[in-house]
């Protein structure tokens, strides 16, 4: 009896401490779900825009963080505050450095939520972003290149023409 007891004692402190973290009202969401920058090029950046939302029902102070590649992740904002039902736009800007590796890559970006007034454990609601691309080589130099053999090689040819029919 006295296990059985113990048992509904526990069960009964972890609804009341799972009801005190739902009634903060805590909430954050993104729009897009997902970035996708498709094929880069060593060299290049692209930049996406990210919609931050407080779903909550108080103000929260927002955090923003590249989870991965951090080191060529700029974000326009990582911390922030949000009233209730606002959003706040963030362009998140990958710049591929010349010799980054080339192939497929994801990596994620966490944004978190904190309650404004944050006391005790600071414990917040967050959403991951996938974020994906694909670094190529740039081509433009030997495409560069080319083009100017290319316009060489019809200088020449005009300048023999006219030579030729100047004599």
Not at 38 to 45: A, C, F, I, K, P
Not at 70 to 92: G, M, Q, W
Request: aromatic residues 6%.
């Amino acid at each position: 009896m006295n296990k059985k007891v113990f048992m509904l004692a526990a069960i009964a402190l972890l609804v009341i401490a799972t009801h005190v973290h739902t009634a903060s009202a805590l909430g954050v969401g993104a729009s897009p779900g997902r970035i996708d920058y498709g094929v880069l090029e060593t060299g290049d950046g692209s930049a996406k825009s990210l919609y931050v939302i407080n779903t909550g029902n108080e103000v929260e102070r927002i955090v923003v963080v590249a989870e991965t590649f951090e080191d060529i992740t700029e974000l326009s904002a990582s911390e922030f505050a949000l009233n209730p039902k606002e959003s706040r736009l963030i362009n998140v800007t990958m710049d591929i450095p010349s010799g980054f590796e080339m192939g497929d890559h994801s990596g994620s970006i966490l944004i978190t939520g904190f309650p404004s007034a944050s006391t005790g454990l600071g414990i917040g609601a967050s959403v991951r972003i996938p974020v994906e691309f694909s670094v190529e080589e740039k081509t433009a130099s030997l495409r560069t290149l080319g083009f100017a053999i290319i316009g060489c090689v019809c200088l020449m040819i005009v300048i023999l023409v006219c030579s030729r029919r100047l004599k």
